[in-house]
Structures are given as C-alpha cells and as structure tokens.
C-alpha cells in the first residue's frame, strides 16, 4: 500500500515512532490499516516522509475527519470533498457523518470577523451535499409533521445546522417543511393544511421576536397543542421564556424532539411516538 519495503517501514518506525504495529505472539509486526491509509494518503499529498507521518498523526487514524475534510476547502478542493465524504459514509451513518464530519469541518472555517472565500466556499459546499442527501431520504412512516421557520441568512453557519436538521428528522420518518418567517401569516393556511404541524422549530436569527410571535399565534390557531421548541437561540434566554430548547447538535436535536413526540400530550399518543422512537434506532450507528 505505502510502495515502500518492510525495512524501510521498520525504519520510519524507530524514527518516527509511526505507524505504530503490534507484535504477535511470534514476533511479527501488525499495522492497524487506519494508520497505513493514514500515511498513504499524507504521503501522496506531501511527498515527504516527515511531513507525511505528521499529517496523518493530526488528522487521526480514521477513514475520514473533520480535519481531513477542512483541508480539502481549504486548498478549494471539491473532488477531494466528494472523496472523503464518501469515504465517511463507508464507516459512519449519514446522520454521524453530517454531525462528526461535514459540520465540523465548515464550522472550523468560521470567522466572526467576516466570511471569508474557504468559509463561503464550503458553506456551498455543506449546502449543495446536504440538498442532495435530502432527496435521497425515505418517504415519511409516520403522520407526525414538523414546520421550521428558518430565520438565517446566506453564509450562516446556523442555516447548515437548520438545514442538517431538517435532513436527519426525514431520515427518522418525519415530515418537514421549512419556511421563512419573511411569510405572511395570512398565506400559511395552506401549508398548514397539508402538513398539520405536531411541533414548530424556530431558528436562526435574523428576524424580530414579534414576527416570530405572530407566526407561532397563526400556526397554533390552526394546529392546537402544535409544541414550540427553539433550536440554537432563535428565541433568547431570559428566562422567562417557555419554549422547549433543543440541544445544539442536530442528533441530539432530534432526539429531543422525538421524545416530545413520544408523549401522550400530541396527537396520536404513545403509542405512535414510541414507533417513531423504534423507528429511530435503524438510524444511530
């Protein structure tokens, strides 16, 4: 794999410590094939041993990273994106490899002081792939519908966490619709029709309190009991305020939500949120 002879491998092994075998009870070395498609893939890019077994010992042993894949937009590199994405869906769910890997990876290009062109680059990146993965979801198992306001802009990292969380709830079997809160109260009636909302997700935030009150008032005028929940500060924390928060991560996310549809109170009862919930395990590993 790595072209090179067992003499030189065992080299490089007193040098640098790297890649690490173990012994068999016959004395003969075993390398892990994480660490030798590590250095495999370092070695390509850096045509240096030393600089080589320093790449692979940052970006880990795994198939894939966050790091791995932060590099790729660094260095604008879409074909190397679609390689290492594919290769963490070998090993990872798509719901692990959204969080653990592509996530992480736009986020480490994140800059408070302005977007800067590897930032906007991978959050089209992050966009576009998470789009597509969206069309490859299932067709909803369960009647439960979930409504979005999405209050984020081009360029907000929270517009990827909205847009991941839309992705994993229709990979749990749910309906999702997401909107702006830009939409006219008076213009919701047939979405609401369609979808008859067992919760309202509010995110982002680039809208007024008051906008997303009125909205919350019209939907819950159509849909009663529809539960409110706040996903990465849509809604500040004073409080006073009594929306349900979910958690940061869109995993987590989902599953706090999943346990409120697993509560009698909603429409359907237990016994349909605790299919949801069953449902849900084909999806954790």
Known sequence: MLRVSPNTLRSWERRYAFP?????????????LAEIEALRLAMAETRNVSSAVALARERGT????????????????????????????????????VEEVLLDAVGAHADPDGCTAEYEFAWRYATGWLSAIKRLAPPAAFP??????????????????????????RRAGLRTLSLTPAIETDRLGRAMSALHPSAVVLTGQRVSLDSIGRLVYAVR?????????????????????TVARLRRRPIAARDDLLRQLDSPSLAGGRSEGAAVTAHLSLHRA
Do not use: M, W
Not at 76 to 97: C, G, H, M, P, Q
Not at 223 to 231: L, Q, S, W
């Open 62 to 97: 795994g198939p894939s990273s966050s790091a791995r894949l932060a590099d790729a937009f660094a260095a604008f590199d879409e074909e190397k994106a679609n390689r290492l994405l594919e290769e963490s869906l070998s090993v990872r769910s798509v719901e692990r490899t």
């Open 20 to 32: 690490r075998p173990i012994r068999t009870p016959g004395g003969h070395r075993q390398y892990a």
């Open 221 to 241: 005028s159509v849909a009663h009991g529809a539960v409110v929940f706040d996903y990465r500060g849509a809604v500040p924390d004073t409080g006073a305020s």
């Open 144 to 169: 439960h519908g979930i409504l979005i306001f999405d209050a984020t802009a081009a360029c907000d990292l929270d517009a990827l966490y909205a847009q991941a969380l839309e992705l994993i709830l």
